[in-house]
């Protein structure tokens, strides 16, 4: 998973110092505090963090990104490594109950079950490689290639099976940062032991390719999350803005989520007078959906969104905040169901446990480690498009 695209103006000193900061500190750089740490003081003047927070929100957020682009690079490296891991553990469990070799189970249960292409399918993979060599030259390679790829496939529907069959609890947990929804529109309980909180442009597709996700998610766990929408349009989609100020003006009608979701639908088109002719089709009162699509007066909400993603140190969507725990890009409905499912079990209250997380401290070396890669790592699929 890739994140953000990283700017040449800042230097490796300025990233490694706030990684320092944020590894041996427990400061809630993600929440407004009612009592903000005081980081300096001017001749009896102070200054809070919340105002170098707002007052230099592009530069911070600058350097924010790269922390938070080395969190999620060493969290994904270290789930990679979790789920090889499990299969491994997997594979020995089940072996030992059948009394064989680990190397014997998966002759038994994986290359027995795969046979060789026919010849026909040989002769069509033959003449797509568009090779000059014969066919007898390279059949051996193409056997090879198919049964491999199948061999692969049938293991993971095994190890599928083995993990319904043994009880797999994962309790590596993503970064975290302290979010709260703000003025935002937000759907559901307020006891609800969930919390999600998604940063997200209606004009970025990976947006789009996520919204069916979101929604079965939201239709699948009613009563138990409690769902913000905060927007954050990116700068190079002309239309993202435009398109959150809409929303806001047709949730002023009640409507946000209704006309949210149309946005999302399809290839819905997000030019103002698209925007204005779907109140319409919606029955929204037209005339007073244009006063506020014209007039401007959701700029500084969606502006104050932005900025605040701009400070968790977020430039690409979507961005999900799961009980802040972080899930970035086009997520698959499985790996947010997951995290919500981790966090019920774990209960309301787990997430603001006292006790360190592997984020805050105890990996100063392979975050720094891996906020020098990201100095260099170009966005990836469902981030900064």
Same mark, same amino acid.
């Given at each position: 998973m890739g994140f953000f695209k990283m700017s040449k103006s800042v230097s490796f000193a300025v990233i490694f110092s706030f990684l320092v900061a944020f590894a041996t500190t427990r400061?809630?750089?993600?929440?407004?505090?009612?009592?903000?740490?005081?980081?300096?003081?001017v001749d009896g003047s102070t200054i809070s963090m919340s105002q170098l927070q707002h007052d230099?929100?592009?530069?911070?957020?600058?350097?924010?990104?790269a922390l938070l682009h080395a969190q999620s690079d060493y969290y994904n490296a270290a789930h990679a490594a979790l789920e090889k891991e499990i299969d491994d553990q997997l594979l020995a469990n089940e072996a030992k109950k059948e009394?064989?070799?680990?190397?014997?189970?998966?002759?038994?249960?994986?290359?027995?079950?795969?046979?060789? &292409?026919? /010849? +026909?399918? =040989?002769?069509?993979l033959y003449l797509a490689t568009n090779t000059k060599e014969p066919l007898d030259s390279v059949r051996p390679q193409i056997v090879?290639?198919?049964?491999?790829l199948?061999?692969?496939?049938?293991?993971?529907?095994?190890l599928q099976t083995l993990r319904a069959k043994q009880q797999v609890k994962i309790s590596?947990?993503? &970064?975290? /940062? +302290?979010? =709260?929804?703000?003025?935002?529109?937000?759907?559901g309980p307020e006891g609800a032991p969930i919390t999600i909180v998604e940063f997200a442009d209606y004009q970025c597709p990976y947006c789009r390719?996520?919204?069916?996700?979101v929604d079965k998610l939201r239709q699948n766990f009613k009563g138990k999350v409690r769902y913000s929408f905060r927007d954050f349009p990116l700068p190079m989609h002309q239309y993202a803005e435009k398109a959150a100020e809409a929303a806001r003006c047709a949730g002023d009608q009640g409507q946000f989520w209704p006309y949210h979701d149309r946005l999302f639908v399809g290839d819905a088109k997000l030019e103002e007078t698209d925007l204005k002719a779907l109140a319409r089709t919606m029955k929204l009162d037209g005339a007073k959906f244009d006063s506020c699509l014209d007039s401007g007066s959701k700029k500084a909400s969606i502006a104050a969104d932005s900025n605040e993603g701009k400070r968790l140190g977020i430039n690409g969507t979507p961005t999900f905040f799961i009980n802040g725990y972080i899930i970035s890009g086009a997520s698959s409905y499985d790996s947010l169901a997951e995290l919500v499912k981790q966090q019920m079990v774990a209960g309301n209250n787990q997430s603001s446990s006292a006790e360190p997380s592997a984020w805050s401290g105890g990996h100063e070396s392979e975050i720094a480690s891996a906020a020098a890669r990201a100095a260099t790592v170009k966005a990836g699929p469902g981030l900064a498009d």
């Open positions: 400061v809630a750089f993600g929440a407004q505090t009612q009592q903000s740490p005081v980081v300096a003081e230099h929100v592009d530069e911070l957020g600058k350097a924010r990104s009394n064989i070799s680990v190397k014997e189970l998966l002759d038994r249960h994986v290359s027995s079950k795969v046979k060789d &292409p026919s /010849e +026909e399918t =040989v002769k069509i090879q290639n198919v049964r491999q199948l061999e692969s496939r049938v293991r993971e529907e095994y590596l947990l993503p &970064p975290r /940062e +302290e979010v =709260v929804a703000g003025d935002s529109p937000v759907e390719q996520s919204e069916p996700n």
